[in-house]
Protein backbone atom coordinates (compact mmCIF):
# COMPACT_ATOMS: atom_id res chain seq x y z
CA UNK A 1 0.00 0.00 0.00
CA UNK A 2 1.53 3.37 -0.66
CA UNK A 3 2.55 6.27 1.57
CA UNK A 4 3.37 9.48 1.70
CA UNK A 5 6.64 10.63 3.41
CA UNK A 6 7.22 14.05 4.64
CA UNK A 7 10.05 15.95 5.60
CA UNK A 8 8.67 19.01 7.82
CA UNK A 9 9.76 22.64 7.77
CA UNK A 10 9.40 24.08 4.80
CA UNK A 11 6.80 27.41 4.38
CA UNK A 12 4.39 26.96 2.07
CA UNK A 13 4.92 29.41 -0.77
CA UNK A 14 2.71 29.43 -4.03
CA UNK A 15 -0.61 28.88 -5.46
CA UNK A 16 -2.76 25.43 -4.83
CA UNK A 17 -5.62 24.92 -7.31
CA UNK A 18 -9.01 23.64 -5.70
CA UNK A 19 -10.82 20.94 -6.69
CA UNK A 20 -14.48 20.38 -6.95
CA UNK A 21 -16.03 19.61 -4.16
CA UNK A 22 -16.05 16.12 -3.35
CA UNK A 23 -19.06 16.20 -0.90
CA UNK A 24 -21.17 18.51 -3.72
CA UNK A 25 -20.36 16.13 -6.14
CA UNK A 26 -21.42 12.84 -4.36
CA UNK A 27 -24.98 13.98 -4.57
CA UNK A 28 -25.08 15.92 -7.97
CA UNK A 29 -23.86 13.00 -9.10
CA UNK A 30 -27.41 10.84 -8.56
CA UNK A 31 -29.35 13.57 -10.13
CA UNK A 32 -28.49 11.69 -12.96
CA UNK A 33 -31.08 9.57 -12.06
CA UNK A 34 -34.19 12.17 -12.34
CA UNK A 35 -33.91 12.33 -15.88
CA UNK A 36 -33.54 10.33 -18.86
CA UNK A 37 -31.68 13.02 -20.83
CA UNK A 38 -27.89 13.55 -20.08
CA UNK A 39 -26.26 15.47 -17.39
CA UNK A 40 -22.92 17.35 -17.87
CA UNK A 41 -21.20 17.90 -14.27
CA UNK A 42 -17.67 20.06 -14.97
CA UNK A 43 -15.16 20.27 -12.24
CA UNK A 44 -15.98 17.23 -11.04
CA UNK A 45 -12.78 16.21 -8.46
CA UNK A 46 -10.89 13.14 -9.48
CA UNK A 47 -11.17 10.97 -6.08
CA UNK A 48 -11.80 7.55 -5.25
CA UNK A 49 -15.28 8.18 -4.09
CA UNK A 50 -16.52 9.47 -7.71
CA UNK A 51 -15.12 6.23 -8.76
CA UNK A 52 -17.38 4.56 -6.63
CA UNK A 53 -20.13 5.86 -7.52
CA UNK A 54 -19.58 5.99 -11.10
CA UNK A 55 -19.33 2.55 -10.52
CA UNK A 56 -22.44 2.14 -8.32
CA UNK A 57 -24.67 4.68 -11.21
CA UNK A 58 -23.32 2.35 -14.02
CA UNK A 59 -25.18 -0.82 -12.02
CA UNK A 60 -28.66 1.06 -12.33
CA UNK A 61 -27.66 1.34 -15.79
CA UNK A 62 -26.81 4.84 -16.33
CA UNK A 63 -24.07 5.75 -18.92
CA UNK A 64 -21.52 7.49 -17.76
CA UNK A 65 -18.42 9.01 -20.44
CA UNK A 66 -15.59 11.49 -19.19
CA UNK A 67 -14.26 14.09 -21.17
CA UNK A 68 -10.88 15.21 -22.21
CA UNK A 69 -9.32 16.37 -19.70
CA UNK A 70 -5.72 16.06 -19.56
CA UNK A 71 -4.08 13.76 -17.04
CA UNK A 72 -2.24 16.57 -15.86
CA UNK A 73 -5.43 19.06 -15.65
CA UNK A 74 -7.10 18.93 -11.83
CA UNK A 75 -10.80 17.75 -12.30
CA UNK A 76 -12.67 16.25 -15.27
CA UNK A 77 -16.07 16.61 -17.08
CA UNK A 78 -18.73 13.48 -16.74
CA UNK A 79 -21.79 13.49 -18.85
CA UNK A 80 -24.29 10.83 -16.77
CA UNK A 81 -27.34 9.33 -19.21
CA UNK A 82 -29.96 7.38 -17.59
CA UNK A 83 -32.18 6.36 -20.34
CA UNK A 84 -33.09 3.42 -19.59
CA UNK A 85 -32.51 1.93 -15.80
CA UNK A 86 -31.76 -1.21 -15.52
CA UNK A 87 -31.63 -1.88 -11.64
CA UNK A 88 -32.78 -0.12 -8.79
CA UNK A 89 -30.75 -1.87 -6.28
CA UNK A 90 -28.10 -0.46 -4.41
CA UNK A 91 -26.15 -4.21 -3.15
CA UNK A 92 -24.34 -4.39 0.07
CA UNK A 93 -20.86 -4.40 -1.63
CA UNK A 94 -20.96 -0.75 -2.72
CA UNK A 95 -22.89 0.64 -0.24
CA UNK A 96 -20.40 -0.59 2.29
CA UNK A 97 -17.49 1.28 0.67
CA UNK A 98 -19.30 4.74 0.62
CA UNK A 99 -21.59 5.58 2.69
CA UNK A 100 -22.78 8.46 0.33
CA UNK A 101 -23.98 5.72 -1.86
CA UNK A 102 -27.79 6.06 0.47
CA UNK A 103 -27.84 9.63 -1.41
CA UNK A 104 -29.21 7.26 -4.55
CA UNK A 105 -32.50 6.18 -2.75
CA UNK A 106 -34.21 8.95 -2.86
CA UNK A 107 -33.55 9.55 -6.38
CA UNK A 108 -34.06 6.16 -7.90
CA UNK A 109 -37.90 6.30 -6.00
CA UNK A 110 -38.55 9.48 -7.75
CA UNK A 111 -37.51 8.05 -10.91
CA UNK A 112 -38.66 4.51 -10.65
CA UNK A 113 -41.22 4.02 -7.76
CA UNK A 114 -39.09 1.77 -5.88
CA UNK A 115 -35.77 1.15 -4.69
CA UNK A 116 -34.06 -0.78 -2.62
CA UNK A 117 -30.39 0.30 -0.78
CA UNK A 118 -27.97 -1.33 2.01
CA UNK A 119 -27.98 0.13 4.75
CA UNK A 120 -24.56 1.66 4.86
CA UNK A 121 -23.54 -0.21 8.57
CA UNK A 122 -21.26 1.75 10.96
CA UNK A 123 -18.95 4.06 10.42
CA UNK A 124 -15.45 5.27 12.16
CA UNK A 125 -16.32 8.47 13.04
CA UNK A 126 -19.19 7.18 15.00
CA UNK A 127 -22.90 5.44 14.27
CA UNK A 128 -24.31 7.04 11.83
CA UNK A 129 -28.11 5.84 11.33
CA UNK A 130 -30.34 6.70 8.43
CA UNK A 131 -33.50 7.54 10.16
CA UNK A 132 -34.01 10.88 9.25
CA UNK A 133 -33.32 9.98 5.41
CA UNK A 134 -36.47 7.65 5.97
CA UNK A 135 -38.31 9.39 7.82
CA UNK A 136 -38.37 12.51 5.45
CA UNK A 137 -39.53 10.29 2.71
CA UNK A 138 -42.37 8.41 4.58
CA UNK A 139 -43.15 12.40 5.48
CA UNK A 140 -43.57 12.80 1.92
CA UNK A 141 -45.57 9.27 1.51
CA UNK A 142 -43.45 7.09 0.77
CA UNK A 143 -43.60 3.44 2.43
CA UNK A 144 -40.38 1.88 4.19
CA UNK A 145 -39.63 -1.53 4.80
CA UNK A 146 -35.75 -2.94 6.18
CA UNK A 147 -35.39 -6.37 5.49
CA UNK A 148 -31.86 -8.37 5.60
CA UNK A 149 -30.23 -5.04 5.87
CA UNK A 150 -31.98 -3.36 3.24
CA UNK A 151 -34.28 -0.63 2.78
CA UNK A 152 -37.03 -0.98 0.76
CA UNK A 153 -38.62 1.93 -0.39
CA UNK A 154 -41.64 2.56 -2.31
CA UNK A 155 -44.56 5.13 -3.56
CA UNK A 156 -47.90 4.90 -4.52
CA UNK A 157 -48.29 4.88 -7.82
CA UNK A 158 -48.13 7.83 -9.82
CA UNK A 159 -45.04 9.05 -7.75
CA UNK A 160 -45.46 10.32 -4.18
CA UNK A 161 -48.00 12.46 -3.22
CA UNK A 162 -46.10 14.98 -0.79
CA UNK A 163 -45.92 16.50 2.72
CA UNK A 164 -43.73 18.28 5.05
CA UNK A 165 -41.47 16.82 7.47
CA UNK A 166 -39.56 19.01 9.78
CA UNK A 167 -35.44 17.46 10.80
CA UNK A 168 -35.30 17.22 14.64
CA UNK A 169 -31.21 17.52 13.81
CA UNK A 170 -29.97 19.11 11.15
CA UNK A 171 -28.62 16.41 8.57
CA UNK A 172 -27.02 17.07 5.32
CA UNK A 173 -27.79 13.69 4.09
CA UNK A 174 -31.14 13.57 4.99
CA UNK A 175 -32.01 16.88 3.53
CA UNK A 176 -30.52 15.72 0.46
CA UNK A 177 -32.19 13.19 -0.18
CA UNK A 178 -35.43 13.95 0.35
CA UNK A 179 -35.01 17.08 -1.76
CA UNK A 180 -34.30 14.75 -4.89
CA UNK A 181 -37.08 12.56 -4.03
CA UNK A 182 -39.16 15.68 -3.54
CA UNK A 183 -38.43 17.44 -7.37
CA UNK A 184 -40.81 14.68 -8.99
CA UNK A 185 -43.70 14.41 -6.43
CA UNK A 186 -46.92 14.85 -7.14
CA UNK A 187 -47.99 17.16 -4.92
CA UNK A 188 -45.90 19.78 -2.90
CA UNK A 189 -42.71 18.73 -0.27
CA UNK A 190 -41.95 20.86 2.72
CA UNK A 191 -38.43 20.64 4.70
CA UNK A 192 -38.12 22.72 8.62
CA UNK A 193 -34.98 22.73 9.65
CA UNK A 194 -32.94 21.51 6.67
CA UNK A 195 -29.07 21.81 6.16
CA UNK A 196 -28.00 24.86 4.79
CA UNK A 197 -24.58 23.81 3.61
CA UNK A 198 -23.14 25.28 0.76
CA UNK A 199 -22.99 22.00 -0.98
CA UNK A 200 -27.05 21.46 -0.23
CA UNK A 201 -27.14 25.21 -2.25
CA UNK A 202 -24.95 23.26 -5.08
CA UNK A 203 -28.19 20.56 -5.64
CA UNK A 204 -30.55 22.69 -5.32
CA UNK A 205 -29.38 24.62 -8.21
CA UNK A 206 -28.61 21.89 -10.40
CA UNK A 207 -32.11 21.04 -9.97
CA UNK A 208 -33.44 24.08 -10.47
CA UNK A 209 -31.17 23.97 -13.84
CA UNK A 210 -32.91 20.47 -14.39
CA UNK A 211 -36.20 22.05 -14.13
CA UNK A 212 -37.20 21.72 -10.78
CA UNK A 213 -38.96 24.17 -8.68
CA UNK A 214 -37.76 24.80 -5.38
CA UNK A 215 -38.06 27.62 -3.12
CA UNK A 216 -36.19 28.23 0.15
CA UNK A 217 -32.39 28.11 -1.28
CA UNK A 218 -30.12 28.22 1.26
CA UNK A 219 -32.48 28.63 4.01
CA UNK A 220 -33.46 26.37 6.64
CA UNK A 221 -37.07 26.10 4.98
CA UNK A 222 -37.83 24.09 1.29
CA UNK A 223 -40.54 24.11 -0.80
CA UNK A 224 -40.22 21.99 -3.47
CA UNK A 225 -43.68 21.73 -5.95
CA UNK A 226 -43.40 18.18 -7.78
CA UNK A 227 -42.92 18.39 -11.59
CA UNK A 228 -43.60 15.94 -13.94
CA UNK A 229 -40.35 15.62 -15.72
CA UNK A 230 -36.93 17.11 -15.31
CA UNK A 231 -34.83 17.65 -18.07
CA UNK A 232 -30.58 17.62 -18.80
CA UNK A 233 -28.16 20.43 -17.68
CA UNK A 234 -24.91 21.08 -17.60
CA UNK A 235 -23.28 22.04 -14.43
CA UNK A 236 -20.01 23.13 -12.83
CA UNK A 237 -19.52 21.93 -9.40
CA UNK A 238 -18.72 24.03 -6.61
CA UNK A 239 -15.22 24.41 -5.25
CA UNK A 240 -14.51 22.52 -2.40
CA UNK A 241 -14.39 24.68 0.91
CA UNK A 242 -13.24 21.74 3.07
CA UNK A 243 -10.07 21.21 0.81
CA UNK A 244 -9.29 24.89 0.81
CA UNK A 245 -9.61 24.88 4.79
CA UNK A 246 -7.71 21.98 4.59
CA UNK A 247 -4.78 23.73 2.59
CA UNK A 248 -5.12 27.35 4.53
CA UNK A 249 -4.52 25.15 7.85
CA UNK A 250 -1.41 23.79 5.91
CA UNK A 251 -0.12 27.21 5.10
CA UNK A 252 -0.84 28.99 8.06
CA UNK A 253 1.20 25.97 10.34
CA UNK A 254 4.33 26.14 8.42
CA UNK A 255 4.82 29.79 8.50
CA UNK A 256 3.77 30.09 4.71
CA UNK A 257 1.85 32.37 2.32
CA UNK A 258 -0.47 31.01 -0.11
CA UNK A 259 -3.22 31.33 -2.61
CA UNK A 260 -5.76 29.01 -2.87
CA UNK A 261 -7.19 29.46 -6.56
CA UNK A 262 -10.93 29.00 -7.03
CA UNK A 263 -11.72 29.04 -3.06
CA UNK A 264 -14.55 31.13 -2.09
CA UNK A 265 -15.00 32.93 1.49
CA UNK A 266 -18.79 33.88 1.12
CA UNK A 267 -18.74 29.46 1.92
CA UNK A 268 -15.94 29.26 4.41
CA UNK A 269 -17.25 31.57 6.95
CA UNK A 270 -16.86 30.65 9.65
CA UNK A 271 -13.40 28.70 8.71
CA UNK A 272 -12.27 32.16 7.82
CA UNK A 273 -13.14 33.58 11.00
CA UNK A 274 -11.39 30.80 12.97
CA UNK A 275 -8.07 31.42 11.23
CA UNK A 276 -8.58 35.17 11.42
CA UNK A 277 -8.97 34.79 15.23
CA UNK A 278 -6.03 33.16 15.27
CA UNK A 279 -3.92 35.59 13.61
CA UNK A 280 -4.02 34.71 9.88
CA UNK A 281 -4.18 36.62 7.54
CA UNK A 282 -6.87 35.85 5.08
CA UNK A 283 -7.85 38.14 1.99
CA UNK A 284 -9.88 37.69 -0.85
CA UNK A 285 -7.86 37.96 -4.19
CA UNK A 286 -8.70 37.47 -7.79
CA UNK A 287 -10.15 34.36 -7.85
CA UNK A 288 -9.13 33.31 -4.74
CA UNK A 289 -8.43 33.56 -1.14
CA UNK A 290 -4.95 34.50 0.12
CA UNK A 291 -3.60 32.55 3.18
CA UNK A 292 -1.13 34.38 5.29
CA UNK A 293 0.82 33.42 8.21
CA UNK A 294 1.94 36.42 10.83
CA UNK A 295 4.07 34.90 13.33
CA UNK A 296 2.68 33.07 16.13
CA UNK A 297 -0.72 31.67 15.97
CA UNK A 298 -2.85 32.32 19.37
CA UNK A 299 -5.33 29.68 20.85
CA UNK A 300 -8.98 29.92 20.03
CA UNK A 301 -12.27 28.24 21.30
CA UNK A 302 -14.24 26.74 18.39
CA UNK A 303 -17.24 24.70 18.75
CA UNK A 304 -18.66 22.23 15.59
CA UNK A 305 -21.79 23.18 14.41
CA UNK A 306 -23.98 22.79 11.37
CA UNK A 307 -23.71 25.77 8.73
CA UNK A 308 -22.65 28.48 8.94
CA UNK A 309 -21.20 27.59 12.18
CA UNK A 310 -17.86 25.74 12.47
CA UNK A 311 -17.95 22.64 10.21
CA UNK A 312 -16.77 19.07 12.02
CA UNK A 313 -14.96 18.33 8.22
CA UNK A 314 -12.37 20.94 9.43
CA UNK A 315 -12.50 20.01 13.09
CA UNK A 316 -9.13 18.21 12.92
CA UNK A 317 -7.32 19.90 10.37
CA UNK A 318 -7.61 23.10 13.01
CA UNK A 319 -6.73 20.45 15.60
CA UNK A 320 -2.92 19.54 14.01
CA UNK A 321 -2.90 23.44 13.30
CA UNK A 322 -3.67 25.01 16.42
CA UNK A 323 -1.24 22.16 18.43
CA UNK A 324 1.87 25.33 17.37
CA UNK A 325 -0.70 28.19 18.58
CA UNK A 326 0.46 30.18 21.95
CA UNK A 327 -1.96 29.19 24.69
CA UNK A 328 -4.48 26.76 25.00
CA UNK A 329 -7.27 26.50 22.74
CA UNK A 330 -10.42 24.38 23.29
CA UNK A 331 -12.27 22.36 20.47
CA UNK A 332 -15.67 20.92 21.06
CA UNK A 333 -16.97 18.57 18.75
CA UNK A 334 -20.91 18.52 18.46
CA UNK A 335 -21.84 16.50 15.14
CA UNK A 336 -20.20 13.29 15.77
CA UNK A 337 -19.15 11.29 18.83
CA UNK A 338 -16.33 9.85 17.77
CA UNK A 339 -14.06 12.40 16.09
CA UNK A 340 -10.92 12.65 17.96
CA UNK A 341 -9.40 9.31 16.19
CA UNK A 342 -6.72 11.57 15.50
CA UNK A 343 -5.68 12.90 18.70
CA UNK A 344 -3.19 9.88 20.11
CA UNK A 345 -1.55 10.14 16.78
CA UNK A 346 -0.84 14.12 17.21
CA UNK A 347 0.26 13.50 20.13
CA UNK A 348 3.03 11.07 18.97
CA UNK A 349 4.27 13.66 17.61
CA UNK A 350 4.71 15.79 20.54
CA UNK A 351 1.18 17.21 20.88
CA UNK A 352 0.06 18.03 24.04
CA UNK A 353 -3.81 17.21 23.35
CA UNK A 354 -6.09 16.25 26.20
CA UNK A 355 -9.89 15.24 25.89
CA UNK A 356 -12.58 14.63 27.94
CA UNK A 357 -15.80 13.21 26.36
CA UNK A 358 -16.56 15.43 23.47
CA UNK A 359 -13.85 18.34 24.17
CA UNK A 360 -10.89 18.67 23.77
CA UNK A 361 -8.10 20.91 25.28
CA UNK A 362 -4.76 21.26 22.76
CA UNK A 363 -2.18 22.77 24.87
CA UNK A 364 0.18 24.64 22.07
CA UNK A 365 3.68 23.14 21.99
CA UNK A 366 6.71 24.52 20.96
CA UNK A 367 7.73 22.10 17.75
CA UNK A 368 6.62 18.48 17.00
CA UNK A 369 8.55 15.76 15.58
CA UNK A 370 7.90 13.10 12.95
CA UNK A 371 6.41 9.63 13.09
CA UNK A 372 5.05 6.87 11.43
CA UNK A 373 1.33 7.66 11.81
CA UNK A 374 -2.21 6.69 10.07
CA UNK A 375 -5.12 7.71 10.88
CA UNK A 376 -8.71 6.14 10.23
CA UNK A 377 -10.93 8.54 8.32
CA UNK A 378 -10.18 11.29 5.91
CA UNK A 379 -10.47 14.38 7.34
CA UNK A 380 -8.07 12.70 10.66
CA UNK A 381 -5.56 11.55 7.76
CA UNK A 382 -5.28 15.29 6.47
CA UNK A 383 -4.39 16.64 9.88
CA UNK A 384 -1.68 14.16 10.15
CA UNK A 385 -0.45 15.70 7.18
CA UNK A 386 -0.50 19.21 8.39
CA UNK A 387 1.60 18.24 11.23
CA UNK A 388 3.70 16.93 9.24
CA UNK A 389 4.53 20.00 7.40
CA UNK A 390 5.98 21.28 10.48
CA UNK A 391 7.59 18.58 12.04
CA UNK A 392 10.95 17.70 12.76
CA UNK A 393 12.18 14.94 10.56
CA UNK A 394 10.26 12.82 8.40
CA UNK A 395 6.69 12.04 8.82
CA UNK A 396 5.48 8.66 7.16
CA UNK A 397 1.52 8.68 6.81
CA UNK A 398 0.04 5.37 6.24
CA UNK A 399 -3.30 4.09 5.30
CA UNK A 400 -3.53 6.19 2.02
CA UNK A 401 -6.89 5.30 0.42
CA UNK A 402 -8.57 7.61 3.22
CA UNK A 403 -6.56 11.08 1.63
CA UNK A 404 -7.47 9.83 -1.77
CA UNK A 405 -10.88 9.51 -1.01
CA UNK A 406 -10.93 12.96 -0.74
CA UNK A 407 -8.02 15.34 -1.64
CA UNK A 408 -6.88 15.09 -4.91
CA UNK A 409 -3.48 14.01 -5.84
CA UNK A 410 -2.25 15.82 -2.15
CA UNK A 411 1.22 15.36 -2.82
CA UNK A 412 1.17 17.15 -6.33
CA UNK A 413 -0.84 20.33 -4.77
CA UNK A 414 1.34 20.26 -1.47
CA UNK A 415 4.81 20.30 -4.11
CA UNK A 416 3.16 22.65 -6.23
CA UNK A 417 3.56 25.15 -2.57
CA UNK A 418 7.68 23.92 -1.86
CA UNK A 419 6.55 20.92 0.45
CA UNK A 420 8.63 18.28 1.11
CA UNK A 421 6.29 15.42 0.23
CA UNK A 422 6.48 12.33 -2.03
CA UNK A 423 4.08 9.37 -2.62
CA UNK A 424 6.06 6.19 -2.33
CA UNK A 425 4.77 2.42 -2.77
CA UNK A 426 5.20 -0.36 -0.37
CA UNK A 427 8.31 -1.76 0.32
C1 LIG B 1 -22.24 14.95 5.57
C2 LIG B 1 -20.87 14.99 4.94
C3 LIG B 1 -19.79 14.81 5.99
C4 LIG B 1 -19.99 15.82 7.11
C5 LIG B 1 -21.41 15.80 7.64
C6 LIG B 1 -21.70 16.90 8.65
C7 LIG B 1 -21.20 14.10 2.70
C8 LIG B 1 -20.97 12.99 1.74
N1 LIG B 1 -20.76 13.94 3.95
O1 LIG B 1 -22.39 13.66 6.15
O2 LIG B 1 -18.53 14.98 5.37
O3 LIG B 1 -19.08 15.51 8.16
O4 LIG B 1 -22.34 15.96 6.56
O5 LIG B 1 -21.43 18.15 8.09
O6 LIG B 1 -21.72 15.14 2.35
N2 LIG B 1 -28.09 11.85 11.85
C9 LIG B 1 -29.12 11.11 12.42
N3 LIG B 1 -30.00 10.45 11.59
C10 LIG B 1 -29.89 10.51 10.23
C11 LIG B 1 -28.85 11.27 9.65
C12 LIG B 1 -27.96 11.93 10.50
O7 LIG B 1 -29.24 11.05 13.63
O8 LIG B 1 -30.71 9.90 9.54
C13 LIG B 1 -27.14 12.58 12.73
C14 LIG B 1 -25.70 12.07 12.55
O9 LIG B 1 -25.45 10.95 13.38
C15 LIG B 1 -24.90 13.28 12.95
C16 LIG B 1 -25.76 14.45 12.46
O10 LIG B 1 -27.07 13.91 12.29
O11 LIG B 1 -24.80 13.36 14.34
C17 LIG B 1 -25.31 15.09 11.18
O12 LIG B 1 -25.09 14.10 10.20
P1 LIG B 1 -25.33 14.40 8.64
O13 LIG B 1 -25.43 15.87 8.44
O14 LIG B 1 -26.45 13.56 8.17
O15 LIG B 1 -23.99 13.86 7.99
P2 LIG B 1 -23.82 13.14 6.59
O16 LIG B 1 -24.84 13.65 5.63
O17 LIG B 1 -23.69 11.69 6.79
Request: charged fraction near 20%.
Amino acid sequence: MDKILIRGGKPLKGTIPISGAKNSALTLLPCALLTDEPVTLRNLPRLADIDGFQHLMNQFGVSTSIAGARPSDFGRVMTLQATRMTSNVAPYDLVRKMRASILVLGPLLARDGEATVSLPGGCAIGNRPIDLHLKALEAFGAEIELASGYVKASAPKGGLPGGSFTFPVVSVGATENAVMAAVLAKGACELKNAAREPEIVDLCNLLAAMGAKIDGIGSETLTIEGVDRLHGATYRVMSDRIEAGSYACAAAITGGDVTLQHAKADEMGATVAALTEAGVTVEEVKDGLRIAANGKMQAITLTTAPYPGFATDMQAQFMAMLCMAEGSSVLTETIFENRYMHVPELNRMGANIETKGRTAIVHGVEGMTGAPVMATDLRASMSLVIAGLIADGETEVNRLYHLDRGYERLEEKLQLVGADVERVGAD
